[in-house]
């Protein structure tokens, strides 16, 4: 009898039990390589896109209000948004949360190509796809026509969905450590909205997203004078309670959301204001979750639609990082208000060039550089002060929008510059805390010459790595995108990657992203108001990156690419008002 030759099977690697070990696992395995991709299906499966918009059918709806640009309240000048004191608070009302949710999760414009249309956001989203959803958490406020309770933002409508009647004591004892006419608002990722198109690298992706949703919501706030503090204390089981994440029975067959974060909003008002509505010249970064046990138990309302017919491959990598990264516990740090927050409008002195809202909504990923607009060596050095987080300063008296993140900043930017006028072409770093700088040296080739750039403020530690035309490397890593050669200049988001997890635990791994979301937000807006065009880069040969300045190991990591020059508009799309599809 003859023998039966066994198959071959391919080893299977066991999973780490460590959750530090298994998010590194999977940063590794979704690396993109020269001689192979991260794993996705290969091909746009368009008979099941996801729809790009949440409801919860059976949730009240309530419309706001749709304001012209000229509306109260008036948008501020983007530059003066930055200044401390410089915009005067705007109270809490429908016609100011309307503006607030529409300049941070809302539609810019549609795009249309013959008979096809789709929606642009202000919050931007690798490949369009959006895959952040956002909630309210409002306690009973004059001038806010909303009963106590948990909204979802439904941005196609651009309205709220009541999906829980809160009990109004127990929201305002949930909202009374903070000061007066505190809100929250929490985001969550549909992980299957990205994984459609990019496969097992999704989650990287749509924590990008959540940075930027970050970024957008804190640059919203500011234009109504309000401030923001992400609640980073708070453990993942309270954010998923209390945004209703957790209600299996509310999502059925339709795709399940992550609970991401939550972020306390308030107007920003004068120390001795503050002295007199608040318990303490501190605030929280987390909630009580005992509080939101109760508030969870109260009346639920509506049942997630259904984003997709059929879903095709299911990424199983995704879950076992969501679930290795998830934030168990709770954490106790306060922030301390600063003594004085706005309206002392002498300190500022310029409000000449482009409203905030201008700038906010005229943000687009451009898809395409002319390969000649230069930038001024000014225009670069500002973009750059714009991403300094002053680590040296308390939390919430860093530069806006720094002041959100409750941790020292962990991306550096690896530059490659083309055409910055009065800047040699070549390869740059720029470190965001000086602290680092030794371990980033260290770090990488000891040939390299940090040379500091001549011209450059004191405050900027930018420094002159590599001689020579960075155009053809910033193409080959950027997966030979020529978007990365053919701007002014391109970079790549270095993180403090092993350290920063080994030390504070799994759950650093999307919030390195979120930094980098945040930083890829401020980018685009400075681009815009430098009167270039900014767009995020997903998709890099990561090892290939680190190899350019000789990283070695998992102590840094690149995250995230961008790049900002003169775009080409596609003339074949004609643009649309954003809610040219609502009557009212």
């Given at each position: 009898m003859a023998t039966e030759i066994p198959?071959?099977?391919?080893?299977?690697?066991?999973?780490?039990?460590?959750?530090?070990?298994?998010?590194?696992?999977?940063?590794?395995?979704?690396?993109?390589?020269?001689n192979r991709y991260a794993r996705s299906l290969g091909h746009l499966d368009w008979a099941n896109q996801p729809d790009p918009f949440r409801r919860f059918d059976g949730a009240d709806l309530v419309l706001l209000p749709l304001l012209k640009p000229d509306d109260?309240?008036?948008?501020?000048?983007?530059?003066?948004?930055?200044?401390?004191?410089?915009?005067?608070?705007?109270?809490v009302t429908m016609t100011a949360l309307s503006r607030f949710l529409e300049c941070s999760l809302g539609l810019s414009a549609w795009k249309q190509a013959g008979d096809m249309q789709w929606a642009l956001r202000n919050n931007p989203?690798?490949?369009?796809?959006h895959p952040t959803e956002g909630y309210l958490l409002l306690p009973q406020m004059d001038g806010v026509d909303l009963k106590a309770g948990l909204y979802h933002y439904a941005p196609k409508e651009h309205g709220v969905e009541r999906r829980a009647a809160f009990n109004a004591e127990d929201v305002a004892r949930?909202?009374?450590?903070?000061?007066a006419q505190s809100f929250?608002?929490?985001?969550?990722?549909?992980h299957w909205r990205e994984a459609w198109k990019y496969g097992e690298r999704a989650f990287r992706y749509c924590n990008h997203d959540v940075g930027h949703a970050i970024g957008?919501?804190?640059i919203a706030a500011a234009t109504l004078g309000w401030n923001m503090a992400l609640l980073d204390g708070t453990s993942q089981d309270t954010v998923a309670a209390l945004l209703g994440t957790d209600r299996t029975e509310d999502f059925a067959q339709a795709e399940r959301e992550h609970p991401d974060c939550l972020c306390v909003l308030w107007p920003a008002v004068s120390g001795e204001g503050l002295e007199a509505r608040s318990r303490s010249n501190e605030i929280p970064l987390c909630i009580d979750a005992a509080t939101v046990k109760e508030l969870a138990s109260g009346s639920w309302h509506g049942k997630a639609n259904k984003l997709s017919g059929e879903h095709g491959v299911h990424w199983e990598?995704?879950?076992?990082?969501?679930?290795?990264?998830?934030?168990?516990?709770?954490g106790l740090q306060g922030a301390v208000l600063p003594q004085l927050l706005t309206n002392d409008a002498s300190r500022t002195s310029n409000d000449s060039g482009p409203t905030a809202g201008q700038v906010i909504r005229q943000r687009r990923s451009a898809v395409s550089f002319d390969g000649k607009t230069a930038v001024s060596s000014g225009a670069f050095f500002q973009i750059l002060s714009r991403v300094m987080p002053s680590s040296e300063l308390p939390q919430l008296e860093r530069p806006m929008p720094w002041d959100v993140l409750p941790w020292e900043p962990a991306i550096h930017l690896l530059l490659f510059v083309h055409r910055v006028d009065g800047l040699s072409p070549g390869v740059y770093f720029l470190a965001r805390d000086r602290e680092t700088l030794p371990l980033l040296q260290q770090s990488m080739n000891e040939e390299l010459v940090w040379t500091p750039v001549p011209g450059c403020p004191d405050t900027l530690p930018l420094y002159w790595l590599l001689e020579g035309d960075a155009k053809k490397a910033a193409v080959q890593v950027s997966c030979h995108q020529e978007i990365a050669g053919g701007s002014a200049f391109s970079?790549?988001?270095i993180a403090e990657f092993e350290g920063r997890l080994r030390e504070g635990g799994a759950w650093w791994y999307p919030r390195l992203f979120w930094e980098a979301g945040l930083l890829g937000q401020v980018l685009y807006l400075e681009a815009e108001a430098a009167g270039v065009r900014g767009t995020g880069i997903g998709c890099f040969f990561d090892d290939p990156v680190h190899e350019i300045v000789g990283m070695k190991g998992r102590s840094f990591q690149s995250l995230y690419h961008f790049t900002v020059g003169g775009a080409i508009e596609d003339g074949r799309l004609m643009t649309l008002p954003p809610y040219h599809h609502l009557s009212r």
């Open positions: 198959l071959y099977r391919e080893p299977v690697e066991t999973a780490p039990s460590d959750p530090i070990d298994r998010v590194i696992r999977y940063h590794v395995q979704t690396k993109h390589h020269f109260e309240p008036v948008s501020p000048p983007y530059r003066k948004i930055y200044e401390r004191g410089a915009v005067a608070a705007t109270p989203s690798s490949g369009n796809l949930l909202l009374a450590p903070f000061p929250l608002v929490g985001l969550t990722s549909i957008t919501a804190r990598i995704i879950d076992e990082v969501a679930e290795a990264s998830w934030k168990s516990i709770s970079l790549g988001m």
